[in-house]
């Protein structure tokens, strides 16, 4: 499959939006997490369907909501990404940012393993040395913290597993999040009315501005992914995946979180994965012709 550089610069641009978002996040430091979850759901549906509606492309939603092939992977994925959202929100406003970041790390040994297997992908043996790196990592990570990591295996399990039902999905990539949305923003309203009353009311208009900007963040990239695994292998998605949990480390850090031993052998073990994978896709490059 040909890389064109217009797919290139749209997974660029996903992933360092991804990566900055934590600090977005932690401007809502004090909110209910929960309530966030709910608000970004309700606010990326309403935002999608206004690009629907501008754009005049409200039939292409129309279609892919009715399209019964096409919702037995999205219903699943609108799931699996609200699952992923609350999880990271959570880390986020816990103090558990580095943990996300492992997980956001281990998500392309995911994708990788998917785009063999699933998607009958081909990979070289510099490919697979990195994976088995970075897996290394995992495992001594593992070992480490004497017990297991779930939030980092929630985030990247439920991710990678989300990709891949939207790459099988290939649906429009604005209708496909505006559907996703559209599913889970009726339980949102409802969740957030009987249960987070109390929230709601402490919500000012700074807030209440925050949080609908959330929402169009939280679409944004989700669009731009889309498009990406519609575009380009799932084992090129999956690397390009290293820049987000990248930024994301830096911002821990620069939060105040402090690395472990354990994570630092570990980070060290996939950052070696990175640079072998970095190594394979450089040559393969140049052994094909451009696109």
Same mark, same amino acid.
């Given at each position: 499959?040909?890389i064109n550089?217009?797919s290139?610069?749209?997974t660029l641009?996903c992933?360092?939006l991804?990566g900055?978002l934590?600090?977005?996040w932690?401007?809502?430091?004090?909110?209910?997490?929960?309530?966030?979850l709910c608000?970004?759901?309700v606010?990326a549906?309403?935002?999608?369907?206004?690009?629907?509606?501008?754009?005049?492309r409200?039939n292409a939603?129309?279609?892919?909501f009715?399209d019964?092939a096409?919702m037995r992977?999205?219903?699943?994925?609108?799931?699996?990404?609200t699952?992923?959202?609350?999880l990271y929100?959570?880390?986020v406003n816990?103090?558990?940012?580095?943990?996300?970041?492992l997980?956001?790390?281990?998500?392309?040994?995911?994708?990788?393993l998917?785009?063999?297997l699933?998607f009958k992908?081909k990979?070289?043996?510099l490919?697979?040395?990195?994976?088995a790196?970075?897996?290394?990592g995992?495992?001594?990570?593992?070992i480490a913290f004497g017990?297991?990591?779930?939030?980092?295996f929630?985030?990247?399990?439920?991710f990678a597993?989300?990709?891949?039902?939207?790459?099988?999905?290939?649906?429009?990539p604005?209708?496909?999040i505006?559907v996703?949305?559209?599913?889970?923003?009726p339980?949102a +309203?409802?969740? $957030?009315f &009987?249960f987070?009353?109390e929230? !709601?009311?402490s919500?000012?208009i700074?807030?209440?501005l925050? =949080? %609908?900007?959330?929402g169009?963040?939280?679409a944004?990239?989700l669009?731009?992914?889309a498009?990406a695994?519609?575009?380009?292998?799932?084992i090129?998605v999956g690397?390009?995946q290293?820049?987000?949990?990248s930024?994301?480390?830096?911002?821990?850090l620069?939060?105040g979180?402090? +690395?472990?031993a $354990?994570? &630092?052998?570990?980070?060290?073990? !996939?950052g070696l994965?990175?640079i072998?994978?970095?190594?394979? =896709? %450089?040559?393969?490059?140049?052994?094909?012709?451009?696109?």
């Amino acid at each position: 499959m040909s890389i064109n550089k217009k797919s290139i610069v749209i997974t660029l641009a996903c992933y360092i939006l991804w990566g900055i978002l934590p600090a977005y996040w932690n401007l809502l430091s004090g909110m209910n997490p929960l309530l966030i979850l709910c608000s970004r759901i309700v606010f990326a549906f309403i935002f999608m369907f206004c690009v629907l509606m501008v754009s005049g492309r409200v039939n292409a939603f129309r279609y892919t909501f009715t399209d019964k092939a096409t919702m037995r992977y999205l219903i699943p994925a609108s799931l699996l990404i609200t699952f992923n959202w609350g999880l990271y929100i959570w880390a986020v406003n816990n103090g558990r940012v580095l943990d996300s970041s492992l997980g956001y790390y281990m998500n392309p040994l995911i994708a990788f393993l998917f785009g063999v297997l699933v998607f009958k992908e081909k990979y070289s043996k510099l490919q697979l040395a990195a994976v088995a790196l970075a897996f290394t990592g995992v495992v001594i990570s593992l070992i480490a913290f004497g017990s297991f990591p779930f939030v980092a295996f929630g985030l990247s399990i439920s991710f990678a597993v989300y990709g891949m039902l939207k790459k099988k999905a290939h649906a429009d990539p604005a209708a496909s999040i505006a559907v996703e949305s559209l599913i889970l923003a009726p339980f949102a +309203l409802i969740f $957030s009315f &009987i249960f987070l009353t109390e929230s !709601i009311a402490s919500v000012n208009i700074t807030s209440l501005l925050l =949080l %609908i900007g959330g929402g169009a963040l939280t679409a944004i990239p989700l669009f731009l992914y889309a498009r990406a695994v519609n575009d380009i292998p799932f084992i090129i998605v999956g690397f390009f995946q290293y820049i987000s949990p990248s930024l994301i480390l830096i911002y821990g850090l620069i939060s105040g979180e402090l +690395l472990s031993a $354990s994570q &630092i052998v570990s980070f060290v073990f !996939i950052g070696l994965g990175l640079i072998v994978f970095s190594i394979a =896709l %450089i040559r393969n490059s140049k052994k094909e012709p451009d696109s």
